[in-house]
């Protein structure tokens, strides 16, 4: 029986574990070694790690973790979770069982990127998801915004720091007058003939091209693409959840707590804004407050 579990092993998971190893709490941490950052090249706006590539961040930080005597590592998927009398049973892949009192849920999300030709071998290098991890590599270049969702508007009104924008509506999502305003005043352009295809030597981008056969110059295009949940954990253990602006998240209190006693949750699977930062801050959360709980727990004991 360990103190408790982590189920990912990146940003959030990996700061969730640390906390609760200085406790000197007894935890099994495991990942499955697909992040969502995997597919970027380097890390940006996270302190003391900008530039780095995600995959060294993650590994020194685990290599530092697993230094903790009471720390057991894991490199695999959890099956199935089932809440017990007291605590939880996970099954892993490969048939291993585990129980711990307390579970920590930094499983993530899965970017269901947009059916267009030639954008999913550019996602994570011209093909963007954040402003801030990203905007500033491709500064003073001509930038685009996919639109994908009611804040795609705001996502455009923001470009313009990094570089002139043009927002594409791509036939789903259409301004309203005061979001007009907003793109004028911003300098925004907007296109309403839908991208088709992505075009120039992958994974760097030239243009974008259109339906009607126009091409316009890219550097980099701005997508918000939908979220699904990376793992059926929190689902199968009965937690809540809240609509998102791009998908559902795991609904959580301000220490990370879920709606299930005793399952915790923290990174981009349980927070609308997402970055490295938020994820370890998150973590760091959860972790905290799965040993404090397991404190209270001893003391009704």
């Given at each position: 029986m ?12 990996l ?43 993650v ?6 973790v697993?230094?903790?005597?009471t ?6 998927e ?8 007291v605590?939880f049973?996970?099954?892993l ?5 585990a ?8 499983t ?19 093909v ?16 685009g ?11 455009a009104?923001?470009?313009?720091d990094?570089g002139p924008?043009t927002?594409?509506?791509?036939g ?5 007058h005061?979001q ?46 939908a ?7 929190a689902?199968?253990?009965?937690c ?23 399952v915790?949750a ?6 609308p804004m997402?970055?490295a ?13 799965a ?5 209270r ?5």
């Amino acid at each position: 029986m360990f103190d408790a579990i982590v189920v990912g092993g990146s940003f959030a998971g990996l700061s969730a574990a640390m906390q609760l190893a200085r406790a000197r709490r007894r935890i099994l941490l495991v990942d499955a070694g697909l992040p969502r950052n995997r597919f970027a090249d380097a890390s940006h706006g996270f302190l003391g790690q900008d530039g780095k590539a995600p995959g060294q961040i993650v590994r020194e930080a685990t290599c530092q973790v697993t230094a903790y005597p009471t720390v057991d590592f894991v490199h695999g998927e959890v099956l199935d979770a089932e809440a017990l009398h007291v605590g939880f049973k996970l099954t892993l892949a490969g048939g291993r069982i585990a129980q711990a009192r307390r579970l920590v849920l930094a499983t993530g999300v899965v970017d269901v990127l947009p059916e267009i030709a030639g954008l999913k071998e550019r996602w994570g290098a011209s093909v963007l998801h954040c402003p801030y991890c990203h905007g500033y590599e491709h500064r003073d270049r001509p930038l685009g915004v996919m639109a994908g969702h009611p804040m795609s508007a705001h996502q455009a009104a923001m470009i313009p720091d990094w570089g002139p924008t043009t927002l594409f509506t791509q036939g789903v999502f259409e301004p309203d007058h005061e979001q007009r305003a907003l793109l004028d005043a911003r300098g925004v352009a907007i296109e309403r003939t839908p991208v088709v295809a992505l075009l120039g030597g992958a994974p760097d981008l030239e243009a974008v091209a259109l339906a009607d056969g126009r091409t316009v110059a890219l550097n980099g295009l701005f997508v918000a693409p939908a979220q699904r949940m990376a793992s059926p954990l929190a689902q199968v253990l009965g937690c809540e959840f809240d609509e998102g602006p791009l998908g559902p998240i795991i609904r959580t209190d301000a220490w990370k707590a879920t709606t299930v006693p005793g399952v915790y949750a923290a990174g981009d699977a349980a927070r609308p804004m997402q970055n490295a930062t938020l994820a370890s801050a998150d973590g760091v959360l959860a972790g905290v407050a799965a040993h404090q709980s397991l404190i209270r727990d001893a003391l009704a004991a």
